[in-house]
Every structure is written in structure tokens, then in C-alpha cells.
């Protein structure tokens, strides 16, 4: 089956400077890729998502890049506030299964320093 | 809209009890999936459905059931509970009409076995 690694596992940054967390998958296969925001002792919330024929999404602050052929995909927050803190998945879907099953990374836990 | 509502929000169990986790969406959506995520982890599949009468198993299905008898509900058994068990459980849903769309998660249900 498809799996992701994530990285890093702990972020620390200081108020409006940027974020980068990375994930690679494994199934050449997996053509969605979503991000998803979780606080502590809440739902995940999906915060952007890409599609395998885009190589780059933008939703005011926050971007997500994909590079099909490393198998890679990245999250960009910029100009980063204190209510950006919590932790981020990234999941990849091998849309093959006809379900779009999710396959979670592991998370990175953001915190932003005010 | 209340969107995934999942109960009871909280449980705790005794090793070699019983019990059902309720998962019901008011979307519309014909596909359906529990999750079970452990501390600092991401999210694993465990069971899915692309519609009613329909399951099958995700990554970590041994020591659970379910059924899909309407397009609102979607239960999760767990036969004789054990504490690997201990886990917070995420419902989630999402339409598909032959390509991946986002999925949507309830509150989650946290279940301690002791």
C-alpha cells in the first residue's frame, strides 16, 4: 500500500516569518493530495488540497507544491500568525481503490511564536 | 446541516467488552470511512463503504466490524475490546461521482480499554 512520510515532526517559528513542511508518498498511483489542520482534541480540518495534473495551489497564505515525478509535495504558510499553531497531515489517495482511501503522514506539530 | 455526527463523544471499556461507535451524515454522501488515530500519530483507515450495502477493509481492520445498511449511517463494532484498542476514532465522508473529492470528518469518539 501507499506510504507517506512527513517531515518535520516538531516546527517552531516566529510570527510572520514562513513554514515549509514536506511529504513524500511511495504509489506513483496517487493522484490527490490534501492537507489537513488539526487542533488539539478537534476534527482534522482539510485547510488545501492538490490534484496530480496541478503543480501548485494557492489559497491566500498557504500553498501547497507537488512534484510528480520525486514524489514529493510540499505546504507553504506564509507570513505566519499565532492561530496557524497546531498540527498539519499530509495524506496522498491512490484514487485506484475507487474510494479515495487516505493515507496519513505522520504530522508535524507547528508552533508560532508571537 | 450538521454534517458527521459521531457518538458517544467519549468512552471507556473493560477489556473483553463490546460496543458500537454511531457515524451518521446528513450530506448526501455515498462514500463513507473510520479512522482510528493513536497519540502523535496520523490518521489509519480502518473500514470504508462506497455505498449502502457496500464495505470493505482499509489498513487495520482485525478486531473491528461494520455495516452500511443506509447512506446516512455507517457503525463500527468492536468485538471484544482489547488496549490496543485505545484510540481516538474519526468518521468521515465524501461524495464521488468517479473522481476523489475531499473528505469530511465528525468530532471523533475517544475510547480508553482498560
Known amino acids: 500500500g501507499e506510504n507517506v512520510e512527513q517531515h518535520p515532526s516538531t516546527l517552531s517559528v516566529q510570527e510572520g516569518d514562513s513554514a515549509v513542511i514536506k511529504c513524500t508518498y511511495s504509489?506513483?498511483?496517487?493522484?490527490?493530495f490534501p492537507w489537513y489542520k488539526q487542533e488539539l482534541g478537534k476534527r482534522p480540518q482539510l485547510i488545501i488540497d492538490i490534484r496530480s495534473n496541478v503543480g501548485e495551489k494557492k489559497d491566500q497564505r498557504i500553498a501547497v507544491t507537488l512534484n510528480k515525478t520525486a514524489k514529493h509535495f510540499s505546504l507553504h504558510i506564509t507570513e505566519t500568525q499565532p492561530e496557524d499553531s497546531a498540527v498539519y497531515f499530509c495524506a496522498a489517495s491512490p484514487f485506484k481503490t475507487g474510494a479515495n482511501n487516505l493515507f496519513f503522514g505522520t504530522g508535524t506539530r507547528l508552533t508560532v511564536i508571537p | 446541516n450538521a454534517g458527521v455526527t459521531q457518538t458517544p463523544k467519549f468512552r471507556i471499556l473493560k477489556i473483553g467488552q463490546s460496543m458500537t461507535l454511531q457515524c451518521a451524515q446528513d450530506?448526501?454522501?455515498?462514500?463513507m470511512y473510520w479512522y482510528r488515530q493513536d497519540p502523535g500519530m496520523g490518521l489509519k483507515l480502518i473500514y470504508y463503504s462506497v455505498g449502502a450495502g457496500i464495505t470493505d477493509k482499509g489498513e487495520v481492520p482485525n478486531g473491528y466490524n461494520v455495516s452500511r445498511s443506509t447512506t446516512e449511517d455507517f457503525p463500527l463494532r468492536l468485538e471484544l475490546a482489547a488496549p490496543s484498542q485505545t484510540s481516538v476514532y474519526f468518521c468521515a465522508s465524501s461524495y464521488s461521482q468517479g473522481s476523489v473529492s475531499p473528505q469530511h470528518f465528525g468530532d471523533g469518539t475517544r475510547l480508553s480499554i482498560l
Open positions: 504509489d506513483s498511483a496517487s493522484n490527490y
Open positions: 450530506m448526501n454522501h455515498n462514500y
